[in-house]
């Protein structure tokens, strides 16, 4: 086994992991991310890793591709074909407004009107043939929408997810006078009811599969071109990877891949250090993401929204994403209040200390000037700006307005931000019934680990989680993903009138899909792991709950049981008098590669004890206790199984650590650090 290598590309950086297994090598790049083509920084990362790519086994690669084209809609041209009278539906969505108060807004579809065409056919809701299909109006529909220079093609039908036979059909005939590969029919994508978010997510899929398409083949030419032998692997928003040469088929599902990886290597890490549940908590240059880990598992949803009127329904990690990274910009709004973010200065000119152009100030500016950075140990600074310049603008664009002086004006930006990031772990957790008390934090990203004791001490948090390299942990994340093909299947019948076998059939039918997708991948795995859930309501009601499904041949009385814990945990209501409707049938197929040590991922030779680590001290300035001298540790050369207390300010190549005054911290085998967090 030679080189195995994962690749994360961010909105500032791209990070690169390698690992060689057999002789305990590690790797490791931290490069800016180059945004016009993101297989430049790709390169460039591996380069500057030394990897050999003529000795490398596995590259896998997470990608924000997809993420961008449509934040940006930077995507395909697409025609839509869907039934007669339904052109308008995927427009019309569910009657929801850009804003919430006032006729404000704008909403502009993925695909306009003039592109959606219709053509007669038309199932009821039981999957009968209520009109034929029209096989020439399929056909005159492709020739139109390819003659308007479309360059993907979506096929829609009502009631597909339940009988997708006309769908099929549909597919065989564009395919004759289509003059690609890039058409996607609904139910390929999601066998599941509600035609607005099933339609929503083929069209997201046919937009950007050539734009993955062609980036994908671009890269791996290059990567071909120097050596590498193997097929790229892709993060999927899942958690799973998948290889390069199918990815394109199911575009969508690399939408957020970015953070799941970072969410999958959480809990990598936090199994391997003993702490199964956590929160995480990903702080980086221009966003910052949260999730929840429960017993080492990622939650898992199907209910993105990337932005208005783009619901994503296929399975992804389910994190909550803010515009709070360290390039957010501090600004005075138009109501005279102090603002950070959602507005970034990026990888270019990003924050005013990287000296690269930017002239506003950033929460990376506010930790410089508190001394919560090292002015000659940020990365990737191209031209040094004094530290001067940082604090006068400062305090030109937040200090003079406010009546603040300049360090009271950086701590209030960060205050700002720590409380839009602490709302956004709210969200993931108190928000959905779990208490954060319960639970680590588990922080990391480049910005991660400043800011985390003081979201732990807002929430009541009792400890901290940093992995060894917070700053390409996502990287981390894709080296020991592993394959995952994910399945949904639409029943929607109450359980008193299930079919004995029914939900066996689905299942084993949804098994052996993901099996043949696994074998397809071409990736040597150790085991396959199956994971089957389903989506059960009461009778009557609109609201889904997710209960585990531990045996396929569950019968109708063990899903009523579980589906009523599961209700009263949510809710602590018991309603036996209403009947439970089974309404779709989830199976996660997972292909285990083979696991990997992290006890090397600091690679410096530990020193004799904490004093010996230390690298000197400064003036930082906390929360709690304002400015204090704090010694300066080289984190990498901390020894194993010690403990010391803060304050402290622990420095390595990829981030910054802020012990705060209070808490103590203990570096475990792996090199992680476990912080106890004081309540004051």
Same mark, same amino acid.
């Given at each position: ?8 590309? =961010? =909105? ?24 016009? %083509?993101?297989?430049? *920084? ?77 053509? $007669? ?5 039981? =999957? ?43 597919? @065989? ?25 099933? *339609? ?9 599969? $050539? ?41 969508? %599902?690399?939408?957020?891949? *970015? ?82 973010? $959602? ?170 899909? *993901? ?68 309404? %779709? ?50 984190? @990498? ?23 705060? $005054?209070? %808490? ?17």
């Amino acid at each position: 086994m030679g080189w195995i290598v994962g690749i994360d590309v =961010g =909105g500032t950086f791209t990070d690169l992991i390698g690992i060689e297994p057999q002789l305990g090598k590690v790797a490791l790049a931290k490069v800016p991310t180059t945004l016009d %083509n993101q297989a430049f *920084g790709v390169l460039a990362a591996l380069e500057k890793g030394g990897i050999a790519l003529a000795e490398t086994d596995t590259i896998v690669h997470g990608t924000t591709t997809t993420t961008n084209a449509l934040l940006e809609r930077k995507v395909a041209k697409i025609g839509l074909i869907t039934t007669k009278g339904f052109r308008d539906s995927l427009e019309l969505g569910r009657r929801t407004r850009p804003t919430p108060y006032g006729l404000t807004g704008r909403f502009e579809p993925l695909v306009p009107r003039q592109w959606r065409l219709e053509v $007669p056919e038309r199932m009821d809701a039981d =999957g009968d043939v209520v009109i034929a299909l029209d096989e020439a109006a399929v056909r005159a529909a492709a020739e139109q929408l390819k003659a308007a220079g479309c360059e993907a093609l979506v096929i829609h039908f009502l009631h597909s997810y339940i009988n997708p036979s006309h769908e099929k059909r549909a597919l @065989e005939i564009a395919a004759e006078v289509w003059p690609n590969r890039y058409i996607t029919a609904g139910h390929q994508l999601l066998s599941e009811y509600r035609e607005y978010e099933r *339609g929503t997510t083929a069209c997201v899929n046919a937009s950007v599969q $050539p734009v993955l398409h062609r980036y994908i083949e671009r890269l791996n030419g290059e990567l071909k071109s120097k050596g590498f032998g193997r097929d790229l692997l892709v993060m999927q928003g899942n958690g799973g990877t998948i290889a390069a040469g199918i990815v394109a088929e199911t575009a969508v %599902n690399t939408v957020m891949s *970015g953070p799941a990886s970072g969410v999958m290597a959480a809990a990598y890490t936090a199994r391997a250090a003993g702490l199964p549940n956590v929160i995480t908590y990903d702080m980086g240059g221009t966003s910052s993401d949260v999730g929840l880990i429960q017993d080492g598992v990622p939650q898992v949803s199907s209910e993105l929204e990337l932005e208005y009127a783009m619901p994503i329904h296929v399975p992804m990690v389910d994190v909550h994403t803010i515009g709070a990274g360290g390039g957010s910009i501090a600004f005075i709004n138009e109501a005279g209040m102090l603002q950070v973010g $959602p507005e970034s200065a990026g990888a270019r000119p990003g924050p005013i200390c990287y000296g690269r152009g930017g002239t506003r100030p950033t929460i990376t500016d506010a930790n410089l000037v508190l001394g919560r950075l090292n002015p000659d140990g940020l990365l990737a600074v191209d031209s040094k700006v004094s530290l001067q310049d940082v604090k006068d603008a400062i305090d030109r664009d937040v200090g003079k307005p406010l009546g603040l002086k300049t360090d009271e004006a950086a701590a209030a930006i960060l205050r700002i931000a720590n409380d839009k990031m602490a709302g956004a772990i709210r969200m993931v957790s108190l928000s959905r019934g779990h208490d954060p008390r319960d639970f680590a934090l588990f922080a990391f990203g480049g910005a991660g680990p400043l800011h985390s004791a003081a979201l732990a001490r807002e929430l009541g948090i009792p400890k901290l989680l940093i992995p060894a390299r917070p700053g390409i942990t996502n990287a981390l994340g894709c080296v020991v993903a592993d394959l995952r093909h994910d399945y949904v299947k639409t029943v929607n019948k109450p359980l008193s009138v299930l079919e004995d076998g029914l939900v066996e059939t689905v299942l084993a039918e949804q098994v052996a899909e *993901g099996r043949a997708t696994v074998e397809r991948d071409g990736v040597a795995v150790e085991e396959i792991q199956v994971l089957h859930t389903a989506d059960m309501q009461f009778q009557g009601q609109s609201h889904l709950l997710t209960v585990a499904v531990s045996d396929p041949k569950i019968s109708r009385d063990a899903l009523q049981k579980a589906f009523e814990e599961a209700y009263w945990q949510r809710f602590e209501v018991e309603l036996p008098e209403i009947r439970a409707v089974l309404v %779709n049938l989830h199976t996660a197929v997972i292909g285990r590669r083979p696991r990997l040590s992290l006890d090397r991922l600091l690679s410096a030779e530990p020193a004799r004890d904490v004093a010996d680590a230390k690298k000197g001290s400064r003036q930082v300035w906390y929360e709690a206790g304002g400015w204090q001298e704090t010694p300066v540790y080289d984190r @990498e050369r901390l020894p194993r199984d010690v403990s010391f207390a803060g304050p402290a300010i622990l420095e390595q190549l990829d981030t910054t650590v802020v012990i705060d $005054p209070g %808490n103590s911290v203990t570096v475990d085998k792996l090199g992680n650090l476990i912080v106890s967090v004081s309540a004051e």
